[in-house]
T-cell receptor
Framework: AQRVTQPEKLLSVFKGAPVELKCNYS??????LFWYVQYSRQRLQLLLR??SRESIKGFTADLNKGETSFHLKKPFAQEEDSAMYYC??????????????FGQGTRLTINP | GAVVSQHPSRVICKSGTSVKIECRSL??????MFWYRQFPKKSLMLMAT?????????EQGVEKDKFLINHASLTLSTLTVTSAHPEDSSFYIC????????????FGSGTQLSVL
């Protein structure tokens, strides 16, 4: 079974401070991990995925299979980063990706 | 980027009536569409996966006769909440995937259903 856990429902940091949103997963197969973001009054959108190993809007996330974690990090938070963040997981099969399962979400607030 | 249109954005209905929600991929062909339900301050709960031209696969605990899903074409999937009751009030979100990978998964803006 696929399971994603985001232990923090709310996270508040000051502008310019580092931010880390935690995500742990449980999956016996080969996982594909994602971070999605939902800004106020906007739809859910993909932020980044572990396969691409990219940095988007200053955010990075490294898949740690030993700790089954995929924490989202940014060294210097900006006010426009305030949003709801969801960690998501899908299994990756030969025939394609499986369904996407979401964590509970973390509401990030950046204080000025 | 790719656009998924979900309609209506908000609907209020009387208990016992049926409500249909549409999800359209506007500029790509969606081989797979997903329907989620989101409770206030909760995560997105996957209800079902639908592939064009075949029956939807429902998640455990989701009543298939209650939530009818039709994926008649590569650009349209519909979710019909039949005989709606107040406990069906929720935020429903669709997503459409182009191809086989979740990197090309795009979300609709959601439908707030309120059953009186």
């Amino acid at each position: 079974a696929q399971r994603v856990t985001q232990p923090e429902k709310l996270l508040s940091v000051f502008k310019g401070a580092p931010v880390e949103l935690k995500c742990n997963y449980s999956y016996s197969g080969s996982p594909e991990l994602f971070w999605y973001v939902q800004y106020s009054r906007q739809r859910l959108q993909l932020l980044l995925r572990h396969i691409s190993r990219e940095s988007i809007k200053g955010f990075t996330a490294d898949l740690n299979k030993g700790e089954t974690s995929f924490h989202l990090k940014k060294p210097f938070a900006q006010e426009e980063d305030s949003a709801m963040y969801y960690c998501a997981l899908s299994g990756l099969l030969k025939q394609g990706a499986q369904k996407l399962v979401f964590g509970q979400g973390t509401r990030l607030t950046i204080n000025p | 980027g790719a656009v998924v249109s979900q309609h209506p954005s908000r609907v209020i209905c009387k208990s016992g009536t049926s409500v249909k929600i549409e999800c359209r991929s506007l500029d790509f062909q969606a081989t797979t569409m997903f329907w989620y339900r989101q409770f206030p301050k909760k995560s997105l709960m996957l209800m079902a996966t639908s592939n064009e031209g075949s029956k939807a696969t429902y998640e455990q605990g989701v009543e298939k006769d209650k939530f009818l899903i039709n994926h008649a074409s590569l650009t349209l999937s519909t979710l019909t909440v039949t005989s709606a009751h107040p406990e069906d009030s929720s935020f429903y979100i669709c997503s459409a995937r182009e191809g086989r990978l979740n990197e090309k998964l795009f979300f609709g803006s959601g439908t707030q259903l309120s059953v009186l």
